[in-house]
Nanobody
Framework: QVQLVESGGGLVQAGGSLRLSCAAS????????MGWYRQAPGNQRELVCT???????NCADSVKGRFTISRDNAKNTAYLQMNSLKPEDTAVYYC?????????????????WGQGTQVTVSS
């Protein structure tokens, strides 16, 4: 199995910064795409940013210029640096990995989610 553990959420004032981390562990051969999503109360889960194995990134228009996604392949960890935070960024943030697994001589591919971390931005 594969486990994703997020950390770094919390309460911050508008204009402040937070850095989220998502560490993947388990029977991982490699990770294709890593992504961050968020879900605010009453809203659907939405894409924040993704990064593929080659390093190319994509972020939602609402966070471009403020959020940066990065990854450390040696640590199987994704990061989300969030600057100039706004109250509308308040949500539970989830990481998502597209993982190639190798276990008992067999390769497989799966999509995994973390448990979520709360980000609250006060005005």
């Amino acid at each position: 199995q594969v486990q994703l553990v997020e950390s770094g959420g919390g309460l911050v004032q508008a204009g402040g910064s937070l850095r989220l981390s998502c560490a993947a562990s388990g029977s991982i051969f490699s990770i294709n795409a890593m992504g961050w999503y968020r879900q605010a109360p009453g809203n659907q889960r939405e894409l924040v940013c993704t990064i593929i194995s080659g390093g190319r990134t994509n972020c939602a228009d609402s966070v471009k210029g403020r959020f940066t996604i990065s990854r450390d392949n040696a640590k199987n960890t994704a990061y989300l640096q969030m600057n100039s935070l706004k109250p509308e960024d308040t949500a539970v943030y989830y990481c998502n990995d597209d993982v190639n697994r190798y276990y008992s001589g067999t390769y497989s591919r799966g999509d995994y989610w973390g448990q979520g971390t709360q980000v609250t931005v006060s005005s």
